[in-house]
Nanobody, 125 residues
Framework: QVQLVESGGGLVQAGGSLRLSCAAS????????VGWFRRAPGRERELVAG???????YYLGSVKGRFIISRDNAKNTVYLQMNSLSPDDTAVYYC???????????????????WGQGTQVTVSS
């Protein structure tokens, strides 16, 4: 069993930056695929960025060049650095994980077994 706790959300002005953290407890995190999802009001939850256990990465098209996902296995933590934020990035951001030994990054939420409680990110114009 893995418990995930997100932190780092908040209110920021357009053009600003935030760094989200996803801390895992219960198991060694290094063998897990980790994804950052978000759900904006009235929209489906979507994968924003993912990182495999082999450190391959995936980014949603609209965040490429602005967001960076990384992991520190020694700290059992995955980060999402978000730069050049816009109001369109306003959403609840969720960390999700799946035990896997491949480089595949699943983009649908049904492939992820463990979820955090979410952290609100609000970008003002």
């Amino acid at each position: 069993q893995v418990q995930l706790v997100e932190s780092g959300g908040g209110l920021v002005q357009a053009g600003g930056s935030l760094r989200l953290s996803c801390a895992a407890s219960g198991r060694t995190f290094s063998s897990y695929l980790v994804g950052w999802f978000r759900r904006a009001p009235g929209r489906e939850r979507e994968l924003v960025a993912g990182i495999s256990s082999a450190n391959t990465t995936y980014y949603l098209g609209s965040v490429k060049g602005r967001f960076i996902i990384s992991r520190d296995n020694a700290k059992n933590t995955v980060y999402l650095q978000m730069n050049s934020l816009s109001p369109d990035d306003t959403a609840v951001y969720y960390c999700a994980a799946r035990l896997t030994y491949t480089q595949i990054i699943f983009t649908t939420e049904s492939h992820y077994n463990y979820w955090g409680q979410g952290t609100q990110v609000t970008v003002s114009s």
